[in-house]
Nanobody, 123 residues
Framework: VEVVESGGGLVQAGDSLRLSCKVS????????MGWFRQPPGKAREGVAC?????????DYLDAMKGRVNIARDSAKETLYLEIDNLKPEDTAKYFC????????????????WGQGIQVTVSS
């Protein structure tokens, strides 16, 4: 199984960003998939998840409520995370992960992880 994130980088506060995650080596439609982030010096935290049935859970983080949208494209075997109105406190390494089943905000529920991609938001 391979999980590869892309789309990060340096952005300005107020910008929007779309992260992508290409997943290969498993039946993409059979698994829930999520996004996590890890700010510098802090623990990894769940951002959003989308189940294999398309149910979206995008309210895991109070700090990001109303600013994130998670989506998946089965044909491309790709997971997306759109973040609007980026803030400097959104600076973190963002990870894509494949869930054992369904969705959870907890990292130990996920079985396959990408290497992560850095998002840095300047003020």
């Amino acid at each position: 199984v391979e999980v590869v994130e892309s789309g990060g980088g340096l952005v300005q506060a107020g910008d929007s960003l779309r992260l992508s995650c290409k997943v290969s080596g498993l039946n993409f439609d059979s698994y829930g998939m999520g996004w996590f982030r890890q700010p510098p010096g802090k623990a990894r935290e769940g951002v959003a998840c989308i189940s294999q049935y398309g149910a979206r859970y995008d309210d895991y983080l109070d700090a990001m409520k109303g600013r994130v949208n998670i989506a998946r494209d089965s044909a491309k075997e790709t997971l997306y995370l759109e973040i609007d109105n980026l803030k400097p406190e959104d600076t973190a390494k963002y990870f894509c992960a494949v869930a054992a089943a369904g969705c959870s905000r907890f990292a130990n529920y996920y079985t396959h992880w990408g290497q992560g991609i850095q998002v840095t938001v300047s003020s």
